[in-house]
């Protein structure tokens, strides 16, 4: 998985990040620093939206 700059992730990048840490393959500090992601955006963001399936819609220009 290669990160997009500026803080922009695509919607493939989120949901492998989710898998790993859903599926307990790593913990989330872990992703975060394998992945280079803050912890943050990872648990409280992408976790939570993929949780009630809109994980696709995070970040999206309004």
């Known amino acids: 998985m290669k990160r997009i ?9 989120k949901e492998e ?3 790993l840490v859903v599926a307990q393959v790593i913990s989330v500090p872990e992703a975060s620093l394998r992945l280079d ?19 696709g819609s995070i970040g999206k220009n309004r």
């Open 5 to 13: 700059s500026q803080g922009r992730y695509s919607k493939e990048f």
């Open 37 to 55: 992601v803050p912890k943050s955006t990872i648990i409280s963001n992408w976790v939570k939206a993929n949780k009630v399936e809109k994980l």
């Open 17 to 19: 990040a989710v898998k």
